[in-house]
């Protein structure tokens, strides 16, 4: 059991946010910040849920045989937030010499975020049906291992917003305090942006 000075402080970013909360629903926290995390699902745009429900009706007969969804289907569900802007980057990165600071900067971030494990096939159930679909935690219907999943735990939290998401509108975030960063999904964490993140962070952390 986790007590007393052994509770730790949870942070996560993304999807990484909203499991952060439920967290701190289930084991003792300090604190929890989250960093460009979804919670009310049905706020995001209705074309994008439906794109990704498409998607997984068409992945899930293979991930059931795999026992898990591929990344590369997760990546393209990502992609069908924003489809406009996954050409566009790609076109500008064209024009770009392939030596420039620019191009590695575009091929590290890309590489980056195109890693990752495939995704357990229940996960990926949970992740298309009872989240994007069904809006389980923004209904107040989420439960993890039986236990009903809280937006506001007893728990000091701060949502660190990006205000120029496409990935998680900014609408879509946890309902508290806020701090809004004007930055991408992604810029916020390796951007210019992150010095806003790190001082938001560290002065709520600190108190």
Known sequence: AITGDQ????????LGGTMAIAAASLVPVRQVVTLAAPWHFRRYPEESRAALGRLWEQSKAASQSLGA???EVLQAGFWALDPERTVRKFAEFGELDPASHQARRFVTLEEWANEGEPLPLPAARELFESLYRDDAPGAGRWTVAGRPIAERPLVPMLHLVAGEDRIVPPESAPDGQQHRIESGHVGMIVGRARTQLHQAIGDFLSH
């Open 69 to 71: 969804l591929p990344m």
């Open 7 to 14: 509770r730790v402080h949870a942070l996560g970013y993304c």
